[in-house]
């Protein structure tokens, strides 16, 4: 079968900086793919090179086959792929219910009618504050209103980054009951997450990302029994001596969760 998303020994960055080097990943429809690492490591980079908001220097990015190369970021997304910044993008002083409208306005009206039915139904906070302006509302509520931006827009691939920043327990936790829903309408997310609990909680395969590669990669559980999984994830080799003192992993997960 086809992969949804393949990527082939991507080299990507900024201007004359490379951050990635030699990346390779395939991703298939529905799957759910987490990526763990420090910070600087190319995490989100990886990301922007999907949608086409960074310079990519070599390498292969290929969506049900076919090249994306040289495709500008709005055409990838009428592809189906769509991102979830670390910065929301959202209309502040619009209400909830208006965001939502205003992001799926290319859908006909009985799409836009089923597709807010499913999204009120994942996060039940976001329909209790409808009409509410988002401006007005916690930050970690308008995070679930920006993932609900990009979920209206009907896409095969959801691209997260850091979608639990500002988020409180409560709300991680229906995160984190959400993917399943989300997987379970065929649309595969990659998840960049610092949060190990949230990130281990649903996904399939788990890849730890050091100096713009992937270093280690398996299922949860291979994982967190990885002697080498905790040095990787904290970045403690790429830091050297002064890097963090180690941490249990598990209970890094169970703080979390």
């Known amino acids: 079968m086809t992969p949804l998303l393949s990527v082939r020994r ?9 951050v990635l080097s030699g990346v390779d990943l395939d991703v298939q429809p529905g799957e759910f793919l987490s990526i763990l690492g420090a910070n600087g490591m190319g995490k989100s980079t990886f990301l922007r090179s999907i949608v086409g908001l960074c310079r990519v220097f070599g ?3 290929l969506l049900e086959g076919e090249s994306l190369r040289g495709m500008p970021a709005f055409s990838r997304a009428r592809l189906g792929i769509s991102i979830l910044h670390d910065d929301r993008k959202i209309f502040a002083s619009q209400s909830v219910d208006d965001n939502l409208k205003l992001a799926a306005r290319s859908l006909s009206r009985s799409q836009q009618r089923s597709e807010r039915a499913f999204i009120y139904s994942m996060f ?15 930050g970690g509520e ?3 209103v ?4 990009c979920l209206i827009r009907q896409p095969t ?13 409560r709300l991680v936790d229906l995160l984190s009951r959400a993917f399943q829903g989300i997987t379970d309408r065929g649309i595969a997310i990659v998840l960049v997450e610092q949060n190990a609990g949230l990130a281990f909680s ?4 788990c890849f730890v990302m050091q100096s713009g590669r992937f270093t280690l990669s398996g299922t949860p559980e291979q994982l967190t029994k990885d002697p080498g999984f905790s040095d990787a994830y904290f970045g403690i080799e790429e830091m050297g001596a ?6 249990d992993l598990h209970q890094e997960m169970g703080n979390s969760e």
């Open 157 to 169: 691939l959801l691209l997260l980054d850091e979608p639990s920043f500002g988020l409180s327990p």
């Open 10 to 18: 991507l080299e990507a960055g900024y201007d004359k900086t490379k």
């Open 146 to 149: 920006a993932l609900s931006m």
């Open 142 to 144: 308008q995070q679930m």
């Open 202 to 205: 649903s996904a399939h395969r």
């Open 242 to 247: 002064a890097g963090p003192a180690r941490v």
């Open 124 to 138: 039940p906070v976001l329909k209790d504050r409808i009409n509410q302006q988002v401006r007005t509302m916690s």
């Open 59 to 61: 390498g292969e990015i």
